[in-house]
Nanobody, 121 residues
Framework: QVQLVESGGGLVQAGGSLRLSCAASGRTFSSYAMGWFRQAPGKEREFVAA????????YYADSVKGRFTISRDNAKNTVYLQMNSLKPEDTAVYYC??????????????WGQGTQVTVSS
């Protein structure tokens, strides 16, 4: 099992940047593919980005390509989401997720509690 705790959310103006972090418990972090998802009010949760176990492969939703960057530090058991050029439509609760066998825009076994990101216009 793995427990995930997100941080780094907040309020930012359009065009600004935020970096989300997701700290994972356990000593097997490198055996989990990691993903970021988001859910805006009244909408379904959607895939944002994912990264493979070693960090060698990354995946992005079309809506964030070129603006968001996912990365991981296996020595720190942490995955990051650098968000640049933020838009009001990026406003959502952002969730970190982990899975031992799947990567990309798919289902994940473990989820964090989420962190709120609000982008003002």
């Amino acid at each position: 099992q793995v427990q995930l705790v997100e941080s780094g959310g907040g309020l930012v103006q359009a065009g600004g940047s935020l970096r989300l972090s997701c700290a994972a418990s356990g000593r097997t972090f490198s055996s989990y593919a990691m993903g970021w998802f988001r859910q805006a009010p009244g909408k379904e949760r959607e895939f944002v980005a994912a990264i493979s176990w070693s960090g060698g492969s990354t995946y992005y939703a079309d809506s964030v390509k070129g603006r968001f960057t996912i990365s991981r530090d296996n020595a720190k058991n942490t995955v990051y989401l650098q968000m640049n050029s933020l838009k009001p439509e990026d406003t959502a609760v952002y969730y970190c997720a982990a899975d031992s066998s799947r990567v990309g825009p798919t289902t994940y076994d473990y989820w964090g509690q989420g962190t709120q990101v609000t982008v003002s216009s």
